[in-house]
């Protein structure tokens, strides 16, 4: 995947610059990427997956969740600078994507190159570096998560049609016809926990599988099937994407619009 | 995180976390069986076993009785298959064949399908069936993790031939597809086939012709690429798919799969309807040294039959169907009439008939002789 002209790149950020967007300095050293560590604390999480009650598909709950640990996760995502560094180490697919600006995001990159990134960068820092969960990317997210469930309805009277209209909806909303060029870090804006462009055109991987699973009547939730072979991608909305696919266009979002971008960034263990 | 098979959500290491159960049943996606209702209870059942192509499961033409349910059952299997001497493509099939099986029911009848992903699978499927209404075809509806299975019904509205296919999503449409994965069903009206005057017709064979572009990567010798699985051939696929050049068009999954020993049998005087089906890619259906008596070009039996075609025309995303009474012995190349395609990747099938030869319809009135001689 290549990045559009300088020329629309430019007329793209004036009109962000217009919008008010504050562009932050992108990360200078690869082995340096700034973090932000969330506080222990509570937040809400939609589980992905499909899920079946008494036989019939059905949206996870909304769960409440309490966390005792930190989580430190990088402000920005993985730049192309730094997939560079990785790629001239030895230790990262080429993967055709134009990394003559060092500044912008890594895009282009499939589930197995964010891996191979995560294990560099393990062995370069020291640290352990991985994949966010779809949960920690939801918790690290906030206000920037856009819930996916399936909404309201009466579940007497609620049908197929319907249910592909509405999830058909969400999955465009905010989206406008064009795949616009990528952004320099910082031009989708800081959620309220530090973290910058979360759900802009660049989609992120996370390390969770697809799964399905069944909810008890009394609310209890068991993954009855799990496929590490396909992992979901957080962004504007959730897909499904098989681990080796580095171009969007490529997901699992049926016949709704796909990722523009696949991108990543790193959660650090403590 | 949410571990692996029995693990109960909230017990994975968290501090609390109390589960909204209600939540579930108020942000519920739809309930189908609810919302469909469709009482099919009273409906006689039966079930067909699936046959590989160039055959179909045996069927009545004019049904007897009424509508019914109909019942089909196929697993999806992804294994290498062999196209010509010398390529190979990991294939993602129906039922194991390329094209998929043909399921034939009678307008009015519903069509019952369970469709089973097994766990030695590597992809998620899906099944697309033109002759259905809504939900993408039924695609919306079945998607499949391998290890798991599924039971579609839909209601036979409109007789025809009928292309169904793999679509589970953005690329993923494309790949499956050139991969193998399509098939056909015909939905016979319910007093049989009729001709451009609406007299009944009858057939006494069926040819079920599925005829599939592939698009096979070679490596910098020229030889064609032999993956061990079709992820790994993925990519190089996609390039090659990209330019819209086939490597190889066959009938019937491979170079020669209806030709030589494999060949379609008729006699003189039976009349055999070939279906033609191509989910992807315009073809142009030529019988060398016959006709179509009777062809519903687009494949639908609502509009009467033009007659006496020489070639007929596939739209790439449907199937066609053609009458044919063979009426001297020999030898007939079933082609498609582009002749590259034909002769050079493939899409040529045979059919041997025999019986007696009529001189009034040809006849050689002097054998090859030298020139100037007579
Ligand atoms: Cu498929």
């Known amino acids: 995947m290549k990045i559009l002209s300088t020329l629309l790149l430019t007329a793209a950020l004036g009109g962000v610059g217009m919008g008010g967007w504050q562009i932050a300095q992108p990360p200078a050293d690869a082995t340096a990427p700034p973090t932000v560590t969330l506080p222990a604390g509570v937040y809400n999480w939609r589980p992905s997956g499909d899920w079946l009650s008494n036989g019939r598909p059905v949206s996870p709950p909304l769960i409440r969740r309490a ?23 030895g230790a990262c697919p080429d993967t055709d994507t134009d990394l003559s600006r060092a500044e912008l995001p890594m895009v282009g990159v499939s589930f197995l190159d964010a891996e191979a990134y995560a294990a560099w960068l393990s062995d370069a820092t020291g640290a352990t570096w991985r994949l966010p969960s779809d949960e ?15 909404l309201g309805g009466d579940w007497e009277t609620y049908d197929p049609g319907k249910w592909l209209t509405d999830s058909y909806a969400r999955n465009i909303e905010n989206r406008d016809g064009w795949v616009h060029p990528v952004q320099p870090a910082g031009a989708y804006g800081v959620n309220s926990r530090g973290l910058h462009d979360l759900a802009g055109n660049v989609w992120e991987w996370t390390s969770t599988c697809q799964t399905a699973g069944e909810i008890a009547d009394d609310g209890t939730m068991e993954v009855t099937r799990e496929r590490c072979f396909v992992r979901v991608v957080a962004g504007q909305h959730r897909a499904m994407v098989l681990e080796f696919v580095r171009d969007a266009k490529s997901g699992g979002c049926g016949a709704g619009v796909p990722p523009d971008y696949l991108g990543f960034r790193l959660v650090r263990e403590s | 995180m949410i571990s692996r098979r029995a693990a109960l959500l909230g017990v994975a290491g968290m501090a609390a976390a109390p589960l909204l159960a209600k939540a579930a049943k108020a942000e519920s996606a739809p309930d189908m069986s609810m919302a469909a209702a469709a009482d099919v209870s009273h409906l006689p059942r039966i079930r067909h076993e699936l046959v590989a192509p160039p055959f179909v499961h045996a069927h009545e033409q004019v049904a007897t009785g ?25 294939a993602m099939t129906f039922n194991g064949s390329v094209p998929g099986p043909m399921m034939v029911v009678h307008e009015g009848d519903y069509l019952e399908l369970t469709l089973r992903n097994p766990h030695t699978n590597m992809l998620e499927h899906n099944i697309d069936f033109h002759a259905a209404t809504g939900a993408l075809g039924g695609g919306a509806l079945t998607k499949v993790m391998p290890g798991e299975q599924t039971i579609l019904r839909f209601k036979a509205t409109r007789p025809g031939v009928f292309v169904y296919h793999c679509a589970p999503g953005g690329a993923m449409i494309p790949w499956h597809v050139v991969s193998g994965m399509s098939g056909a069903v015909m939905i016979l009206p319910r007093d049989g086939l009729k001709d451009h005057q609406g007299n009944p017709v009858r057939y006494d064979r069926v040819a079920y012709i599925g005829e599939n572009d592939f698009y096979i990567p070679r490596d910098d010798s020229g030889r064609y690429i032999r993956y061990p699985d079709a992820v790994s051939g993925y990519s190089d696929m ?21 030709t030589g020993d494999r060949a379609l049998k008729a006699t003189v005087g039976e009349k055999v309807l070939f279906i033609h089906a191509q989910a992807n890619r315009d073809s142009r259906p030529h019988l060398i040294g016959g006709h179509g008596d009777l062809v519903w070009e687009a494949g639908k039996f609502n509009n009467p039959p033009a007659r006496d075609f020489e070639t007929w025309f596939i739209r790439g995303g449907s199937a066609g169907a053609a009458l044919y009474e063979f009426l001297q012995p020999g030898v007939y190349a ?15 099938a045979h059919v041997v008939v025999e019986g007696d030869w009529n001189n009034d319809l040809m006849e050689q009135v002097m054998a090859p002789t030298a020139y100037g001689s007579f």
């Open chain 1, 67 to 89: 966390y005792d640990a930190p989580l430190e996760i990088m402000a920005y995502h993985v730049t192309r600078g730094a997939y560079a560094e990785c790629l001239n180490a």
């Open chain 1, 136 to 150: 920690e990317w939801q918790r690290a997210a906030a206000e920037r998560f856009v819930d996916d469930a399936v």
């Open chain 2, 66 to 90: 009424g509508p019914r349910v109909v019942e089909f059952t196929m697993d999806i299997i992804e294994k290498e298959m062999q196209v010509a001497d010398d390529a190979w493509v990991q």
């Open chain 2, 238 to 258: 996609m390039d090659k798919m990209n330019t819209l050049t086939p490597t190889h068009v066959v009938f019937n999954g491979a170079v020669g799969a209806l």
């Open chain 2, 334 to 348: 079933y082609v498609n009439h582009n002749l590259i395609e034909a002769v050079n990747l493939g899409a040529t």
